[in-house]
C-alpha cells in the first residue's frame, strides 16, 4: 500500500509541478495519469504492485466527491436560479454525447472492419 | 459555558468531526444503495450530501469548517485521477483492437458533450462562471473540478453537475441505445462512459461485462481529453 501511495503522489507532484511550471491548463494529477501510463509501458510489472491498493481507492471512488458535493450547500443561490436552465442543459447535452460517441464508435468501425486483424 | 457547549466548541475547531462525519454518512449511503440493489438514481455521492448539508445548516456551520475536516478526504482526488492509469493499461489489448473508433468516438464525444453544454448555456443567458463550471461536467470529477478551477468556475457547482451528469447518463442510456437498437456493447459502453464518467460506467457494467469495460476506457481517455480542450473550446465559444 505505501510504496503505491508514494508511486502515485510522486506522479501527481511531477504533473503539478509541471503544470505550474510550464502554464499548462491540464491539471496536475492529469498529467501525473500520464506518466504512470509510460511507467507502466517501460516497467509493466509496477501494475502487480499497483493494483491491490488501486483497486480499493477506485472502489470508493464515490466517497472522494462528498466535499466537494457538500459544497452545494455554498451554490444554493445560482442552483435555485437557474436550476430548469442547469436540467435542461445537462439532460440535452449528455444524450447529445452519447448519441455523438456512439454514432462516431459504430460509422468508423465499419470504415475499418476489413482491416481488423 | 455547559458541559454540552464546551464540548460543542471543542468539537467544532477540530478537523476529526467533519471526517468521520463524512466517512460514515458515505458508508451509510454505501449500504442503502447497495441494499436497493445499485439503481443509477440512489447515488451514494448525493446521498451523502443529502445527510450532512443539512447537519451543518442546522449546526450553523459553515462550508469551510467543514472543509477543514473533509479537505483530507478530497485530497485523495489527486492521487485517484493518477490511479485511472492502471484500468487503461489493463485494457490495452481491447483499445489496440479497436483504436481508430475509440480514438474518434473520443473526440466528438468529448466535443459535442462540453460544446453543447457550453453553447446551449449561452442560449439561456446564464452567468460566465456557471458556464465555465458546466464545461468539465461529463468528466470523472477529480478532473473536473481541476478544469473548472484552472478555467474559472465554480469547482464546488462543478461537482454537483457532475454528479447530476452521471445519473443523468445512467438513467437514460438502456431505453436511448435500446430505442435506436444499437446491439453493439462496446458502442454503447463507450457511449456512457463518455459521456457519464464513473457513474455510468458503473450503470454499464451492470448491465454487460464487455459494456464496463469500454466505458472505463472512455472515462479514463475522456479525462485526459478534457483536461486538454475544454479550455480550448471555453476560448473558442465563449
Known amino acids: 500500500m505505501l510504496p503505491t501511495l508514494a508511486l502515485l503522489l510522486t506522479c501527481q507532484l511531477i504533473g503539478e509541478v509541471a503544470a505550474r511550471g510550464l502554464g499548462l491548463p491540464i491539471p496536475g494529477p492529469v498529467l501525473g495519469l500520464a506518466l504512470l501510463l509510460a511507467a507502466l509501458t517501460v516497467r509493466p510489472f509496477i501494475a502487480q504492485t ?18 466537494a458535493g457538500v459544497g452545494v450547500i455554498g451554490n444554493l443561490d445560482v442552483l435555485s436560479e437557474d436550476w430548469a436552465a ?32 | 459555558m455547559t458541559g454540552v457547549e464546551s464540548l460543542w466548541s471543542y468539537l467544532s475547531a477540530t478537523p476529526l468531526l467533519w471526517l468521520t462525519a463524512t466517512l460514515l454518512a458515505y458508508l451509510l449511503s454505501d449500504r442503502a444503495a447497495r441494499s436497493l440493489g445499485y439503481p443509477p438514481w440512489a447515488n451514494p455521492v448525493l446521498i451523502s450530501v443529502l445527510l450532512i448539508a443539512p447537519v451543518l445548516w442546522l449546526s450553523g456551520t459553515t462550508y469551510d469548517t467543514y472543509f477543514d475536516g473533509a479537505q483530507f478526504i478530497h485530497f485523495l482526488l489527486g492521487p485517484a485521477t493518477v490511479a485511472l492509469a492502471l484500468p487503461l493499461w489493463d485494457n490495452r489489448e481491447m483499445i489496440r483492437r479497436s483504436v481508430a473508433p475509440i480514438l474518434f468516438a473520443l473526440l466528438a464525444g468529448s466535443v459535442v458533450a462540453a460544446g453543447s453544454a457550453i453553447l446551449m448555456a449561452r442560449v439561456f443567458g446564464l452567468s460566465a462562471e456557471v458556464i465555465l463550471s458546466l464545461g468539465p461536467k461529463s468528466t470523472t470529477a477529480p478532473v473536473a473540478l481541476g478544469v473548472s478551477e484552472a478555467i474559472g468556475g465554480i469547482p464546488t457547482l462543478t461537482a454537483v453537475l457532475v454528479i447530476l451528469t452521471g445519473i443523468i447518463g445512467a438513467v437514460t442510456v438502456t431505453p436511448l441505445m435500446t430505442l435506436l437498437r444499437i446491439r453493439d456493447w462496446r458502442a454503447r459502453g463507450f457511449a456512457v462512459g463518455l459521456a457519464a464518467h464513473g457513474i455510468g460506467t458503473a450503470r454499464a457494467f451492470q448491465v454487460n461485462e464487455v459494456a464496463g469495460a469500454y466505458a472505463g476506457i472512455a472515462m479514463a481517455l475522456n479525462a485526459l481529453l478534457t483536461s486538454m480542450i475544454v479550455p480550448a473550446l471555453v476560448r473558442w465559444l465563449m
Open chain 1, 86 to 117: 442547469l436540467l435542461v442543459i445537462l439532460v440535452a447535452s449528455t444524450l447529445l454525447a452519447m448519441l455523438a460517441a456512439v454514432g462516431t464508435f459504430l460509422a468508423v468501425r465499419r470504415l475499418t472492419e476489413g482491416r481488423e486483424p
Open chain 1, 50 to 67: 499497483l493494483r491491490p491498493t488501486v483497486h480499493v481507492i477506485l472502489a470508493h471512488l464515490s466517497l472522494m466527491f462528498v466535499p
